[in-house]
């Protein structure tokens, strides 16, 4: 299984994607997902979103691949978003299907709180009033990637 | 050697990348962060604290005292936002 | 925010669910689903879900309002099937939605672990060879409920 | 008082519910269980291993020891299997 990871502008379709990995099979028995989507704290106006081309893909693939490592997984799905996006728009799709819940559900975390702090993407928010601010690195996302790394 | 440049950083040098022919005595991330500072008034803003900068070294994390051949494409940027 | 649940025999539709958690707000962060399936393990047919009326209601309604008393949640959705279904057929639905990726997740996590093992729902298994199966109850499935106890 | 069977339970006893009035000295879920598996050979059978059944009253899960009144709805099934 190869997971399927890409960096677009366009926004991206959950149901289509769902269908893509449980379509024409029996033995997948869960399917957890994460979608991060654009929150419009304190007037923001638009996330700008940009990645270094190259290092992104083959740092997803690599952890993907860690992650089908880690867990008996019949599907991964990673979308990444980038350009300007509005509030409310999805910026992020994790997608994982296996055979067991668990596996699935831990996956779709582990998956997630590392291209938090992990993944080669920076934000930058525009605000109504003309004002545009560099997002920062969280600690809290530091120490959710963190505790994978541990387990 | 390429070295690109993102986010805050890219804003602060001026460009998002150029080619660059550090002296010898340039031999790791660090060195190079050193080097590029002196470039230009952009750079100086973009490096003053390097603490604040992480790199990458042919699309891989690096650390400060990462080795450095010619060929090399170095990134610098500010800590990852993604997701 | 009023949890949404519901018993039914018709399928769900995902996007449509997920939609109804986002559309017109900007202050959803993140989206955690789960989707159980009917595996084809062991040349099953078909399984059939029965549930007990009245009392699988309140019990979901009561376990939803917990999470929602214990992480912040913008919205919550569970779906679950009753009835024959094949294999290859989604069977439940988990989706919470919150500001916090985290609360997301583990929301999510939370509610499908209780599902597996507090909500009054019986599995039978139907096999091609017209073999019938209660499904039994699964000890790991306690232990994955039982540390939420804990937590 | 009414009382619901589901699953195997439900099928060994061979039907869905019913309506009974257990003497006086059933007072609680298992005495009820007891004076059930005496009523068919169906209900002998669902009621042979007790261990194996749960027990509802009033659509809450109940343990043997929990006392009964005479409205009471006492559902029996199976260890639950959902998700």
């Known amino acids: ?151 | 050697m390429r070295v690109l440049y993102f986010a805050w950083v890219r804003q602060k040098v001026g460009k998002a990348e150029e080619e660059v022919a550090p002296p010898a005595e340039v031999r790791d991330v660090a060195g190079l962060m050193a080097w590029l500072a002196a470039q230009s008034p952009g750079h100086a803003e973009a490096f003053a604290n390097a603490r604040t900068i992480r790199a990458a070294v042919n699309q891989e994390f690096a650390r400060p005292d990462q080795a450095l051949a010619a060929g090399d494409e170095v990134a610098f940027f500010p800590p990852v936002t993604g997701g």
Chains 1, 3 share one sequence.
Not at chain 1, 13 to 37: I, P, Q
């Open chain 1, 1 to 151: 299984m190869t997971p399927s990871i890409r960096i677009q502008e366009a926004p991206f379709d959950l149901a289509e994607e769902t269908a893509a990995l449980t379509a024409g099979r029996e033995d997948v028995g869960g399917l957890a997902s994460f979608v991060g989507l654009c929150r419009a704290d304190d007037g923001l106006a638009a996330l700008v979103l940009e990645h270094y081309p190259g290092m992104t893909e083959r740092a997803i693939a690599r952890i993907a691949a860690e992650a089908c490592a880690r867990w008996p997984l019949t599907g991964c799905t990673v979308i990444h978003r980038i350009g300007r996006l509005p509030p409310g728009a999805p910026i992020v799709l994790v997608l994982t299907a296996s055979s067991h819940r668990a596996a699935a559900l831990e996956s779709c975390a582990f998956l997630i709180d590392w291209l938090k702090t992990r993944a080669p993407f920076w934000k930058r928010e525009e605000f109504a009033d003309g004002r545009e601010r560099w997002v920062e690195a969280k600690e809290s996302d530091d120490a959710a990637a963190a505790r994978w790394d541990a387990a």
